[in-house]
């Protein structure tokens, strides 16, 4: 049965208040999903209040301004800081998204920041994605050739059948879709969830790849596919601008027109 | 890691509703209270077996306040899961994933359950 409310160990309790000390006028209010798994207690959401004039455009730069500043112990992922890793996703008022790429110039009021939605929480941003990626080594995400090739000669493609790959070989499978999914938070278990049916769909589409028909007949699947109820949550959170939910029903397109 | 000590990160609770998740969410609603109302139509129709007194009886209740607006909260769901209906057929074949044409099919959705609602009001008054 889906449970809609949070278990009682993760109700969000009031947290802590950092107030500025900087003296500007200039102050967001940042309030930001905090747990400790040092400590035997609930989350709790802390807030922030921010010196925009010396922060960068960015919500990652308020994060960096906090964790340099104000408090050393915020913990969240990071790496190259503009869209390219990944590693930033969160849920930041209320859409995921990745923070080094969304300006808090766009957000009116104050800013809240979540880790992403319905995953084990490690430490305050910082969400456990292993079921997410044990499902992506699950679709095969190599190409997969029937006879070894020789690896003097590679395999070309023509143009036209490259093309097909645009829109689908840049995700950069942050997660972002995938926790934004309603039917990944409540099946997450069986439901592959858009960002790995996005990739499944990058090679079916790939003209190199022999295996289609085996690619498909594994992701057919009653829970693995048709969970999607294009909901369209993925498509308008994908900080990339792909279109998973696009590609899920061209999968289920072709599972009934082959 | 399956570890319960960890808490589950906030979802339905922090979750920004889209017009697409909205449509989602009021498909599936919609299904459900056309199931039951089609449900009490067909006990409606096998009252009509028991002579005129019973049919009397369910006539008292449309008749009523509460079951007008029983009716046209109806004729709204039934109208609502026809359109929303149409909209995922034609995304099954292929259109309308572009999450600007989803917004405005998803709004057409919304925008042409009501009208729907307000013609079966005005042909069953008799004003069209």
Redesign the interface.
Known sequence: MVQ?N??Q??K?LKGQYFKDKTGSQNLKMVHI?R?D?TK?E??REDTFEVDLDTCGNKVLDILNKIKNEIDTSLTFRKSCAHGVCGSCAM?V???NTLSCMKSHKDIKGDI?I?????????KDLV??L?TLYRQYESIKPWLKTKKPKSENNEINQTKENRDKLDGLYECIICACCST?C?SY?WNGEKYLGPAVLLQSYRWISDSRDEEKKERLKMVGDNLKLYRC?????C??SCPKGL?P??AI??I??MLATN | ????????????????W?I??LV??FHRITGIINVMGLTIICLWIGLLFFGESRYGLINIFFQSYFGKVFIMGFVWSYSFHLLSGIR?LI????YG???KI?NISGIIVIVGSLALTVLMWLIGRGLI
């Open positions: 809609f949070l278990p160990n993760s969000i999903y747990w798994p035997n609930n989350p849920n008022d209320g859409i809240h979540h880790p992403l939605p319905h995953l084990k929480v490690i969400a456990d292993s934004s309603p938070w109820h294009t909901i369209m949550n498509t308008s279109n939910a696009k029903g061209s289920k397109k | 890691m399956n570890d319960s000590k960890n808490p589950l990160s906030p979802h339905l609770q922090i979750y920004r889209q697409s998740s989602s969410i995922h995304l099954d074949l292929g994933y572009e999450i989803a």
